[in-house]
C-alpha cells in the first residue's frame, strides 16, 4: 500500500514564505513525475507544479513562475514544493502527487493561508 505524507502548509502573511515536503512510502512501481496541485472550495485541482523524476525537467502553472520551486529527492521518494513570495490568492490545499507506471497516487492535502 501506498502512502503520501505532506507535511509545511500553514498560515503566513503575504509576502512571506513556505516550503512543502511529501514523503512517499510502500511499493511504488517506477516513478516517472511528481508534482503539486492545489484545490480551492467548489472549484477543480489545478496543477502547481511538476518534476520529472528522470530528466528533472519542471513544470509550472504561469501563477507561481519565477516565485515556486519544484525539487525532489528520487532516493528517498520525497518532492519538495518552496513557496516565496506568497499572494492572498495562493490560499489553498496543496495536494501531493506520485505518478507511477502503475497508476496515481494523491496525498491528503495541507492547507497553506496566506493572509494580507
Known amino acids: 500500500q501506498v502512502q503520501l505524507k505532506e507535511s509545511g502548509g500553514g498560515l503566513v502573511q503575504a509576502g512571506g514564505s513556505l516550503r512543502l515536503s511529501c514523503a512517499a512510502s510502500g511499493s511504488i512501481f517506477s516513478i516517472s513525475a511528481m508534482g503539486w496541485y492545489r484545490q480551492a472550495p467548489g472549484k477543480q485541482r489545478e496543477l502547481v507544479a511538476q518534476?520529472?523524476?528522470?530528466?528533472?525537467?519542471?513544470m509550472y502553472a504561469d501563477s507561481v513562475k519565477g516565485r515556486f520551486t519544484i525539487s525532489r529527492d528520487n532516493a528517498k521518494n520525497k518532492v519538495y514544493l518552496q513557496m516565496n513570495s506568497l499572494k492572498t490568492a495562493d490560499t489553498d490545499v496543496y495536494y501531493c502527487l506520485i505518478r507511477a507506471t502503475d497508476g496515481d497516487y494523491w496525498g491528503q492535502g495541507t492547507q497553506v493561508t496566506v493572509s494580507s
Open positions: 518534476i520529472s523524476t528522470l530528466s528533472g525537467c519542471t
